[in-house]
Every structure is written in structure tokens, then in C-alpha cells.
């Protein structure tokens, strides 16, 4: 079975500091990974997927295999930032999407 | 720009009541979600369809149905509300898996 695991509920830092949002995920075949985030009074979107290799906003993802993580990063906080984040997992080729519990980030100034 | 219409915003109802949400979806794709979202517990899939007049569960389908009679729309319905069911209700749609574009939600309180 599929699942996603974010260990985090609520996570604060300071401006400028780094930030780290942990995702797990268990799947025995291979996995497509995504982050999506939801800033307030706005709807879900999609913030990076792991086979774009993107950077988005400033943040970054690995896929880790070994470990079965994806943890979402960013050298430097910004305000902006404070959102809930979602982590995702699909198997190639499905339709749908299991997401984890969500974190929800908060920058303090 | 893809936009995904949540026909209400927030809808107030009784136990035992009939509940229609209703989403549409402007840029032709073929696969529409029902999500439920609670705090703590994430996103959580109740139904989703990948063409017209299909359907297929998702992880929490107990207590609803839905149907998609035409692309563009994909109703959720409850058939007899329950307080266990209040929540936000998140529809979305998608081209191929990953990028899933959301609608606004629908906020429902049985009471």
C-alpha cells in the first residue's frame, strides 16, 4: 500500500533561517513525489515534483530511495513562505495521488 | 490558466439531509477528484474518475457517491448527511498524474 508520512504537524522558524519539511513514504515499486503548498486564503497548487529537478520558489527536493524520503528544503526563510505543505506520492502511470498530513510552516520575523 | 469551480463556497446542512457539490473544470481533462481535507489527517481520497460516466473509489468512499455525466463536471454527493462528514471538500482535475489543479473548496458543517 501507499502511504506518506509527514512527522511534523506545525514547524516555525526565523526569517533567514533554513528550513527542512520532512516527508517519508512507503511504496515498493517507483514512486513519483510531489510537494504541494496551500498559502493562506488561497487554493492548493503544486509547488515541485521530483522529476522536474526543479527549483521552485527556493526550495528543493531529493528523492531519497534508501531512505524512502523527499524532504522539502530552503536555505534561507522567507515570510512568504508560511503555508501548509503537502507532500504526495503516485505510482507511475496511476491517476491519483496519496498525500500525507500536511505541515504547517510558519516564518516569524 | 485551467480553473476548477467549486459550485459552493460554504454550505450549512442538517443530519440527514441531501448534499450536492458540484465542480467544474474548463480545460478539458479527462481525470476529476473528490478530496477530503481535515486537520491532521491531510488530503484524503473519496472518489475519482478518469472519463466520463466512469468512477472509481478512492480510500474513504463510504457515505458517498458521485457521478460525471459530462468531462467538464463531477459532482459528489452525500446521501444522507452525517456530522461525521463535515469538512472541506476539495475537487480537482488533471491531464496525467502529478500536477492536480484544485479547486476553491467547499466547506460543509452538518449539523
Known amino acids: 500500500a501507499q502511504r506518506v508520512t509527514q512527522p511534523e504537524k506545525l514547524l516555525s522558524v526565523f526569517k533567514g533561517a533554513p528550513v527542512e519539511l520532512k516527508c517519508n513514504y512507503s511504496?515498493?515499486?517507483?514512486?513519483?513525489l510531489f510537494w504541494y503548498v496551500q498559502y493562506s486564503r488561497q487554493r492548493l497548487q503544486l509547488l515541485l515534483r521530483?522529476?522536474s529537478r526543479e527549483s521552485i520558489k527556493g526550495f528543493t527536493a531529493d528523492l531519497n530511495k534508501g531512505e524512502t524520503s523527499f524532504h522539502l528544503k530552503k536555505p534561507f526563510a522567507q515570510e512568504e513562505d508560511s503555508a501548509m505543505y503537502y507532500c504526495a506520492l503516485s505510482s507511475v502511470g496511476a491517476q491519483k495521488l496519496v498525500f500525507g498530513q500536511g505541515t504547517r510552516l510558519t516564518i516569524n520575523p | 490558466d485551467v480553473k476548477v469551480t467549486q459550485s459552493s463556497r460554504y454550505l450549512v446542512k442538517r443530519t440527514g439531509e441531501k448534499v450536492f457539490l458540484e465542480c467544474v473544470q474548463d480545460?478539458?481533462?479527462?481525470?476529476m477528484f473528490w478530496y477530503r481535507q481535515d486537520p491532521g489527517l491531510g488530503l484524503r481520497l473519496i472518489y475519482f474518475?478518469?472519463?466520463?460516466?466512469?468512477?472509481e473509489k478512492g480510500d474513504i468512499p463510504e457515505g458517498y457517491s458521485v457521478s460525471r455525466e459530462k468531462k467538464e463536471r463531477f459532482s459528489l454527493i452525500l446521501e444522507s448527511a452525517s456530522t461525521n462528514q463535515t469538512s472541506m471538500y476539495l475537487c480537482a482535475s488533471s491531464l496525467w498524474t502529478g500536477e492536480l489543479f484544485f479547486g476553491e473548496g467547499s466547506r460543509l458543517t452538518v449539523l
Open positions: 511504496y515498493s515499486g517507483s514512486p513519483e
Open positions: 480545460m478539458d481533462h479527462e481525470n
Open positions: 521530483h522529476i
Open positions: 474518475s478518469y472519463d466520463v460516466k466512469m468512477k
